[in-house]
C-alpha cells in the first residue's frame, strides 16, 4: 500500500508553524486528488493542495548547508509535495509552460525524496524540447533542466549539442563569455553539459564545473530577470551532490573497474545514478553483492525497486573482474528472451558475448560470456557434466527464485540448487538468488548458507506509487420487479439489476471511496436464471481504468482472458494503432482467428496458445502504447518488463461443485501487481482485485501484497506429505523400490536421490545413504521439515540407495542424469531398446536425416508410450471448450511431424483439428499441445533415447533432432537461426525455404542475409518489424568489437556495399538513421547537409545503433570510393 | 539615471486609511508633465534593464536622442532586454504593457516611499517567466543588522469602467495570497546563493515564514488607475481583509492615478521604442 498517504508520514513531513492543513486533513486532500484522478474527473487541484505542494517543496528542497530543517523531514517534504505536484499534471488543461514549471519541480522533488525513477517517468510524459537559447532563455532551461532530471541520455546528448552550438554561438555574436540576458541560460546549458559528462564518464572535474556554472547562473546579475534559469540553476547547484551522490562513480567501490560503471552508463539504457535500494546493497560493506568474496547473496527486492539493474551490476562487475563465464537461471523462455535482450544492450561496452541456451534435448550447450537457461535446463546441464559447468561459470545467478515453491517445477529448482550450492561449499564460486516474493528469507539463507554466513537484502522501497482498489459486482435487491408475461412467456420474470461497486484504498484503513455502475439485469423465469457474463460484469472497472493509461486485466484461464476482450472489443471502434498488428496476426493465424477482430479495436489477449512472434509483437504494442487493453494469463506476467498504469485481476481460479481451484498464487498475484507502474516509467499504478469465488476476500489479497510470502519447499506442503503416506504405504507391501503408482512429488524425490548416490560415486566417496542424506541436508526442505518428517523421506532415500546399488553401471548413470522422474526412466529404457533395431535399419546417410530418424523412432507405439509419461490432457483434443466433451481423433505423430517439416499453424489447425469449430479454440489447444508435447517433453526425452541407442550401438545418428522438433523447422539454415535468437518460426522457416532455393547453407547463411539487407528480409521474407530487429541482431557481426573500439576512443575502417558517385575522399559525414517512418530503422552515412551517401551494412547495424541510442555522434571520413567504398569511424562525444 | 528624475514631476500623498500604510501619486500639475513623466519613465526603464549589459543603454540612449539606427546585433541584444513587456505584436490588447508601466511606475518611486520599514536592501522585481501568476516584485529590508524582513508586491492596472479600485487591489491581495507560496519557493531558490549569507538564510526561510505570518514577512500592493477624482475611501481594505496584520508597516498600498492610463502607457512604450527601432 502506498507509504506516501501514511498519516505519519505526512506528520513528519509537514512544518508544524508553517500554516499547513492537519495531517489528516492532508490525507483527505490527497485522498480524493487520487480518486477525482481515478475516476477521470481531471479536476484542478483545490489551492490548499498546491499551496502546500509548493510549501513543501520549499522546506525539502531548502540548501542542507542552511541547516534550517532535519534532513529527514526534507526528504518526507519532499516525497509529499513531489506527490501532490504529479496529481496537478494530470490536469490537461494547464499550459505548456506551467506543465514544465510543475514538471521540474515534481523531479527535483522526486529525487531529493528518494525517489529517483519517478524523475525520469515524469520527463517521459513532456513532449520534445523545441525551445531556443535565443528567443526563450527560461524555457530552454526548463526543458532542458527537466530531460537531464529524467537522466535520458539518448534525449540529452543531442540536446546539450545542438544547445551548446547555439550558446556558443551566441557568445561568438557578443564577443564575450557575458552574453546579457541569456548568460544564466547559456551557464546552464554547459552546466549541464558538465554534470552529464560526470554522470557518464566520472570525471570528478567537470561536476565541479557544473556547480560553478550553475552557481554563476543562479546569481547572474545580467539575468536576473530570468526566473525560470535562475530557479532551475539554484536547484541544479544541490542537485550536483545528490545525483552525483547517487552516480555509479560515487557509489561504486573505488577498486571498482571502470569498464564496470562504463558498461552501466552507455549501455542502453544508460544508468547514471542508482536508486537507494541499491546504493543501501552495494554499501554494505559485509554484504555486498560485487564483493567477490561474499559467495552467496539472496537479494529480495519488490517489483520496481532495480534488482533487474543490480543483478546486471553484478554481472558486469564479474566480467570485468573475473576470468569465468556468468550463467542466469529464469524460470521462463520468455524471461530469458528479456534478460538476453537487456543484458546485450550493454555488454558490448565490454565486448561480452551473451546467449540463450538451447532446449532441453539439445546436446551442444551455447557458449558465451553469459549464458541464459531455464531451470531445466540448467539442471540437465549440471547433471550432464559437474565439472564442465563450474569450469565454465563462476557466477550463478537464479532469478525468479521463488520457482522453488511451485507445484510442478519448484523440486527440479530447489534440489538443483542444493547440488550446486554443495559443490561449490570450499570454491570461490558465487551463488545469488534474486526474487520479488523471497519473505522467508531466513530459511533461504540458511538453505544456501548452511554454516556459512549469509547476507541476505531485504528492501521495502519502491519508485511508483500504488494503490489498491477492490471490485465486486452483486444483485441489487433493492431493485427488484416483477414482470409479468407477454407474449408466448407463461410466467412472470423477476428482474434485479447487477451493480458493480468498487472500493478505493489508498492505505490499509478503510475505503476512501466507492462508486457504483450498473452492469445489467438479471432475470429468473421459474428455475431459469440469466445474468451477465463475467466479462460483461468486470468490463465496466476495465474501461474506468483504461481512461488513465494502457490497462493489463490478469486472468486464471485463456478462456477467460480471451472473453473479455471480445467483450470489450465489442463496443468499440476501430483503432489506427494496430494497423500493423492486425496484419501480422492475420498472416500468422487466419484471418477469422478471434485475437485478428479484437486487435483492429486496439485491444488484445495473451497467452502461451498464441505464437511466440504474436505474443511479442502484442508485448511491442503495449510498449508503445498501441494497445489499451491487453487482456492475459500469468504468461505475461512473470517478469516481463511491460510498462501498464493498472492491473486488473479479474479472477484467481475457477470453482467446480467440489471446491474453488486457485490458478493464481499470492507469488502469482505479486508478480502481476508487479506489472503496474514500472519504475522510470510511470509515477503511480493501481490494482484492482476482482472479488471471485476465492476463499480470500479481494481486500485481503492486496493486503497481503505487502506481506512477506512464506516460501514453502515443495517437499513441506500437504500434498507432499499425503503423497509420502501414499508411497510409504506402497513400500510397505514391497520387497524394495517400487516405480509403479509413484506420486509425482515422491518420483522426483527419489530422482533426486539417485543423481546424488552417482554423484558421490562418481566423486568416489562410498555410496551409501548417509552420503545421500548429507547430500539432502543441503536442500530447502531440510531447512524446513521437522527431524520425525526428514526421517521419513530419509527412510525412502535409503530405497532409492539401495536400488541404486543393485543397478547395473550403466542404468546407474543413466537415470541419474536424465533429469526426468525416476520412474519414467523405465520407460525410457523400454522404448530405446525398441527403437535400437529400428534405428539401425536406416543407413548410415538416412541416419543423418533428423526427420527420417523421428519419424522412425517415434513408430511402433514408441511415441504413445512417451506420451504416457506426460498427462493425457497434453496431447488429447476435444471439439468444444463447454459442455460435455467430445473427443475427436487426431493423428499425433503427424502432427508432430508436420510440426517438425515447418508447416504453417495455420494449415497445422485446420488440418488436424478441423473437427474444434471454434477458430480460438482451435488454435488454443494445438498451441497448448505444441508447448507442451513438441517444446518440451519430446524433445527432453527423444534426446535422452537418441543419447542412449548411439552409446549402446556405437552408431552415429543424428543428435540434433531433438532441435528440429522443440523449434519446429525442417533445414539447417532454420535451425541455426531458432537457436541464434529468431523467434519467429515462420520467418525461419521462409528463410531457409529461400536459402534452399538460392544453395545457400547455414554457414554461408548469415552473409547472405547481410547482402539481403532490411529492404529485402521485407520484400523477399516478409518480415514484420520484430522479425527484421532479430535478424539484425543475428547478423551482427561480434568479431569486430566495433562498438567497444569506438566507445574506447579509437578509430574503426567500415567497408561499404557502396557510395553515392559524387563523394570524394576525406569528405566528412555522420553516422544516422536514414529513415524515420520505417522499424526497425536502418543506418546509413550521411553527409554533411544529412543526405544519404551510402547505407550501413546489416551485419554493422547492430553495432553501430548502440552507439546512437545512447546518444553518441558517430562521424565518418570517407577513405576510399569506387568499387571498394569505405569510410572510418570515429565517436565524436 | 535616479528614481528622482521621475519623481520631482509626482506628487506623493500619504492617504489616510485604517487597512495599510498608503501612498496616492499623481502627475504635478503644469504643461508637459505627462509627456516629461512618460519619457524620463522610459529612460528610467531603459537604464535598470539594460544596465547589466555593457554600453546597451548608452546606445539606446543615442538612438533616443536621434543617433544612429542600431547595427542588426545591438538591436537584439537591447530587444532582448526591453522587449518581453514592451512588443506591440506580442501583446495586442495592451493589457500586459499597462500592467508593466504599473510596475515600472511603483519601481521608480519605491526609493522614495517609506512603506515603514525604510528602503529596500534588495529588490527582485518583475521577472519574466513561462507563468505569469505570482508577485512581481519581493524587497528585503534591514531592520536590523542581523536580522532581515521581505515585502511581496502585486502591481495591478485597474481597468476604470469595469471595476472599482478596491476590487483591483483586492484582487491583488487574492493573487498574493493564493500564488505567494508558488512566487517564493522559486525565488528562494536562486537567492539561497546570494552573496549576503543574510539573505540566503531569509530565503531559506521564505515560505514558511509567509505561510506562518511571521512578522518578518509584509505585502504591498501598487494599482495605477485612470481614475483621478473618487477614490474609495477604504481602497486597501481587501490587502487588510487577506493580511490581517496588525502591524500597518506589513502593509502597504499605492495608488497611481493616472488619467487615461492606456495612453500614458503608449506614450511610454513609444518613447522605448525611438530608442531601438
Not at chain 1, 859 to 886: C, M, V, W
Not at chain 1, 1083 to 1102: K, N, S, W
Amino acid at each position: 500500500v502506498e507509504r506516501a498517504l501514511d498519516p505519519q508520514l505526512l506528520a513528519s513531513a509537514l512544518d508544524g508553524g508553517a500554516n499547513l492543513p492537519t495531517p489528516s486533513e492532508l490525507r483527505s486532500l490527497l485522498a480524493n486528488a487520487e480518486i477525482a484522478s481515478f475516476f477521470g474527473a481531471g479536476d484542478t487541484l483545490a489551492s490548499e493542495l498546491m499551496d502546500t505542494a509548493w510549501t513543501l517543496h520549499h522546506v525539502g528542497t531548502v540548501r542542507p548547508a542552511l541547516r534550517l530543517y532535519e534532513p529527514e523531514q526534507q526528504v518526507r517534504a519532499n516525497t509529499v509535495a513531489a506527490h501532490i505536484f504529479d496529481l496537478a499534471l494530470r490536469d490537461q488543461r494547464i499550459s505548456d509552460g506551467y506543465r514544465h514549471v510543475l514538471t521540474f519541480a515534481a523531479q527535483v522533488s522526486s529525487i531529493r525524496g528518494d525517489r529517483m525513477p519517478n524523475a525520469t517517468a515524469l520527463a517521459e510524459r513532456l513532449q520534445p524540447m523545441k525551445a531556443s537559447l535565443r528567443s526563450a532563455p527560461g524555457r530552454v532551461s526548463l526543458e532542458l533542466g527537466c530531460t537531464l532530471l529524467g537522466l535520458r541520455a539518448g534525449d540529452l546528448r543531442p540536446l546539450l549539442r545542438r544547445l551548446g552550438l547555439e550558446a556558443r554561438e551566441l557568445q561568438r555574436q557578443e564577443q564575450a563569455a557575458h552574453v546579457g540576458v541569456w548568460s544564466a541560460a547559456v551557464n546552464v546549458v554547459f552546466g549541464c553539459d558538465d554534470l552529464f559528462a560526470y554522470l557518464t564518464n566520472g570525471n570528478r572535474r567537470r561536476i565541479d564545473d557544473a556547480r560553478e556554472r550553475f552557481l554563476v547562473a543562479a546569481n547572474h546579475p545580467e539575468s536576473e530577470r530570468d526566473l525560470d534559469t535562475r530557479w532551475v540553476a539554484g536547484h541544479l547547484i544541490d542537485l550536483c551532490d545528490d545525483l552525483g551522490g547517487a552516480s555509479i562513480w560515487s557509489v561504486l567501490p573505488p577498486d571498482t573497474p571502470r569498464a564496470t560503471a562504463r558498461a552501466m552508463t552507455v549501455g542502453s539504457p544508460p544508468v547514471m545514478t542508482l536508486w537507494p535500494p541499491q546504493i543501501a546493497v552495494l554499501g554494505e560493506v559485509m554484504c555486498s553483492p560485487l564483493d567477490a568474496s561474499i559467495r552467496r547473496s539472496v537479494l529480495t527486492f519488490p517489483t520496481s525497486a532495480g534488482k533487474t539493474l543490480l543483478t546486471q551490476l553484478v554481472i558486469m562487475n564479474h566480467l570485468a573482474t573475473e576470468d569465468t563465464g556468468v550463467c542466469v537461471v529464469a524460470p521462463r523462455h520468455s524471461l530469458c528472451r528479456e534478460i538476453r535482450e537487456d543484458l546485450d544492450g550493454r555488454l558490448w561496452a565490454l565486448d561480452k558475448s551473451i546467449a540463450e541456451d538451447g532446449p532441453l534435448g539439445d546436446p551442444t550447450p551455447a557458449r558465451a560470456s553469459v549464458v541464459v537457461m531455464t531451470p531445466e535446463r540448467f539442471a540437465a546441464r549440471l547433471r550432464a557434466n559437474e565439472n564442465e559447468l563450474l569450469s565454465e561459470f563462476g557466477l550463478f545467478i537464479f532469478d525468479e527464485a521463488h520457482l522453488v515453491s511451485d507445484g510442478s517445477r519448484g523440486w527440479t529448482f530447489e534440489s538443483t540448487i542444493s547440488r550446486l550450492h554443495e559443490l561449490t561449499t570450499s570454491t570461490a564460486h558465487r551463488i545469488i538468488l534474486v526474487s520479488a516474493a523471497l519473505g522467508g528469507t531466513l530459511s533461504i539463507q540458511s538453505w544456501i548458507g548452511a554454516s556459512d554466513s549469509v547476507p541476505a537484502v531485504v528492501a521495502k522501497w519502491r519508485g511508483p506509487r500504488r494503490l489498491h482498489a477492490t471490485y465486486s459486482v452483486n444483485e441489487d435487491r433493492s431493485t427488484r420487479k416483477v414482470v409479468p408475461p407477454e407474449g408466448k412467456q407463461r410466467i412472470s420474470r423477476t428482474v434485479v439489476d447487477v451493480v458493480g461497486r468498487v472500493n478505493l484504498y489508498v492505505d490499509r484503513g478503510a475505503a476512501v471511496a466507492t462508486a457504483t455502475s450498473k452492469v445489467g439485469p438479471c432475470v429468473t423465469a421459474g428455475k431459469q436464471k440469466k445474468q451477465p457474463s463475467a466479462a460483461e460484469k468486470v468490463q465496466p472497472i476495465v474501461e474506468l481504468a483504461a481512461r488513465a493509461g494502457v490497462v493489463l486485466t490478469v486472468h486464471a484461464t485463456k478462456k477467460a482472458a480471451e472473453a473479455l476482450a471480445k467483450q470489450l472489443a465489442s463496443e468499440r471502434p476501430e483503432s489506427a494503432n494496430t494497423h500493423a498488428l492486425v496484419l501480422l496476426a492475420a498472416q500468422r493465424l487466419g484471418n477469422s482467428h478471434p485475437l485478428v477482430d479484437v486487435l483492429r479495436k486496439g485491444i488484445a489477449y495473451h497467452h502461451a496458445a498464441l505464437p511466440i512472434d504474436v505474443q511479442v509483437e502484442i508485448e511491442n504494442a503495449v510498449r508503445r502504447k498501441h494497445l489499451d487493453v491487453v487482456c492475459a494469463t500469468t504468461t505475461l506476467t512473470e517478469g516481463v518488463n511491460l510498462p501498464v498504469r493498472t492491473v486488473v485481476i479479474c479472477d484467481r481460479g475457477y470453482r467446480d461443485r467440489d471446491a474453488y481451484h486457485e490458478l493464481i498464487s499470492p507469488s502469482d498475484l505479486m508478480n502481476a501487481a508487479g506489472r503496474a507502474a514500472r519504475a522510470g516509467r510511470e509515477t503511480e499504478g493501481w490494482i484492482i482485485v476482482v472479488e471471485d469465488a476465492h476463499p480470500t476476500p479481494a481486500r485481503r489479497a492486496l493486503l497481503d501484497l505487502d506481506t512477506d510470502q512464506e516460501v514453502q519447499s515443495t517437499l513441506a506442503t500437504p500434498a507432499a506429505m499425503a503423497a509420502l503416506l501414499t508411497y510409504e504405504q506402497l513400500l510397505h507391501d514391497a520387497a524394495g523400490l517400487v516405480l509403479a503408482g509413484v506420486p509425482a512429488e515422491v518420483d522426483g524425490f527419489l530422482a533426486y536421490c539417485w543423481y546424488l548416490a552417482d554423484a558421490k560415486d562418481l566423486l568416489d566417496v562410498t555410496s551409501d545413504v548417509e552420503a545421500v542424506i548429507a547430500g539432502l541436508g543441503s536442500t530447502l526442505a531440510w531447512q524446513q521439515l521437522p527431524r520425525e518428517v526428514q526421517e521419513r523421506w530419509e527412510a525412502i532415500a535409503a530405497v532409492a540407495v539401495s536400488a541404486y546399488n543393485d543397478a547395473d553401471v550403466t542404468r546407474r548413470t543413466r537415470w541419474a542424469r536424465t533429469g526426468v522422474r525416476l520412474s519414467a526412466n523405465a520407460v525410457l529404457e523400454e522404448v530405446a531398446q525398441s527403437a535400437a533395431p529400428a534405428l539401425l535399419s536406416l543407413t548410415e546417410e538416412e541416419r543423418k536425416d533428423p526427420l527420417l530418424v523421428l519419424r522412425k523412432l517415434l513408430e511402433e507405439g514408441r511415441l504413445a508410450k512417451l506420451l504416457s509419461l506426460i498427462p493425457n490432457r497434453d496431447y488429447r483434443f476435444r471439439t468444444t471448450r463447454f459442455g460435455r466433451p467430445q473427443p475427436i481423433s487426431v493423428d499425433v505423430a503427424a502432427l508432430v511431424m508436420d510440426w517438425t517439416v515447418g508447416r504453417d499453424l495455420t494449415d497445422l489447425a485446420n488440418d488436424h483439428l478441423g473437427a474444434v469449430k471454434d477458430d480460438g479454440f482451435r488454435f488454443e489447444q494445438l498451441s497448448d499441445f505444441l508447448a507442451k508435447v513438441c517444446e518440451h517433453h519430446l524433445p527432453w526425452t527423444v534426446g535422452i533415447i537418441l543419447d542412449w541407442v548411439a552409446t549402446d550401438t556405437g552408431t552415429a545418428i543424428c543428435q540434433e533432432v531433438p532441435n528440429y522438433v522443440h523449434y519446429g523447422v525442417p533445414d539447417d539454415v532454420a535451425l541455426a537461426l531458432m537457436a541464434g535468437g529468431v523467434r519467429s518460426r515462420r520467418l525461419a522457416v521462409a528463410v531457409g525455404c529461400e536459402a534452399s532455393a538460392e544453395g545457400v547453407d547455414e554457414i554461408r547463411m548469415r552473409s547472405w542475409l547481410t547482402t539481403l539487407g532490411l529492404q529485402g528480409w521485407r520484400s523477399r521474407l516478409q518480415a514484420s518489424p520484430a522479425e527484421a530487429s532479430d535478424l539484425m541482431r543475428f547478423v551482427r557481426d561480434n568479431t569486430k568489437g566495433m562498438s567497444a573500439k569506438l566507445l574506447g576512443g579509437n578509430a574503426v575502417a567500415l567497408q561499404l556495399e557502396t557510395i553515392a558517385a559524387d563523394i570524394a575522399v576525406d569528405e566528412v559525414g555522420t553516422v544516422d538513421f536514414a529513415l524515420h517512418d520505417e522499424d526497425p530503422r536502418p543506418l546509413a552515412v550521411l553527409d554533411a547537409f544529412g543526405e544519404e551517401i551510402a547505407p550501413i551494412g546489416a551485419a554493422d547495424q547492430r553495432g553501430l545503433e548502440v552507439l546512437l541510442e545512447a546518444g553518441f555522434v558517430l562521424t565518418a571520413t570517407v577513405t576510399s570510393v569506387g568499387d571498394t567504398p569505405g569510410v572510418t569511424l570515429r565517436l565524436d562525444e | 539615471m535616479s528614481s528622482g528624475d521621475v519623481v520631482e514631476f509626482l506628487e506623493i500623498a500619504a492617504f489616510d486609511n485604517p487597512d495599510a500604510t498608503g501612498f496616492r501619486i499623481r502627475f504635478r500639475e503644469g504643461a508637459d508633465v505627462r509627456t516629461e513623466v512618460a519619457h524620463r519613465l522610459a529612460r528610467h526603464i531603459a537604464s535598470r534593464l539594460l544596465e547589466p549589459a555593457d554600453g546597451a543603454f548608452e546606445a539606446w540612449a543615442d538612438r533616443y536622442s536621434g543617433g544612429t539606427p542600431h547595427d542588426e546585433t545591438a538591436k537584439g541584444v537591447i530587444e532582448a532586454y526591453l522587449v518581453s513587456d514592451f512588443t506591440p505584436t506580442k501583446d495586442p490588447d495592451q493589457t500586459r504593457l499597462r500592467g508593466a508601466v504599473v510596475e515600472h511606475l511603483w519601481a521608480a518611486v519605491a526609493a522614495a516611499l517609506d512603506g515603514g520599514w525604510g528602503m529596500p536592501l534588495h529588490v527582485e522585481h518583475e521577472h519574466f517567466s513561462v507563468i505569469d501568476h505570482g508577485g512581481d516584485g519581493l524587497s528585503f529590508y534591514e531592520l536590523d543588522p542581523t536580522e532581515l524582513t521581505f515585502r511581496l508586491w502585486e502591481s495591478k492596472r485597474h481597468e476604470a469602467d469595469s471595476s472599482s479600485v478596491t476590487t483591483t487591489v483586492t484582487g491583488a491581495a487574492e493573487q498574493l495570497k493564493s500564488h505567494g507560496p508558488e512566487y517564493l519557493a522559486r525565488i528562494s531558490k536562486p537567492l539561497q546563493t546570494h552573496r549576503d549569507e543574510r539573505v540566503q538564510l531569509l530565503a531559506g526561510q521564505l515560505v514558511r515564514l509567509w505561510k506562518s505570518g511571521d512578522e518578518r514577512c509584509a505585502v504591498g500592493v501598487s494599482v495605477g488607475t485612470s481614475k483621478t477624482k473618487s477614490l474609495p475611501t477604504r481602497p486597501f481594505s481587501g490587502l487588510h481583509t487577506h493580511f490581517p496584520y496588525s502591524d500597518i508597516a506589513r502593509k502597504e498600498g499605492v495608488v497611481f492615478e493616472i488619467e487615461d492610463l492606456a495612453s500614458f502607457a503608449k506614450e511610454v512604450r513609444a518613447a522605448i521604442m525611438r530608442g531601438i527601432e
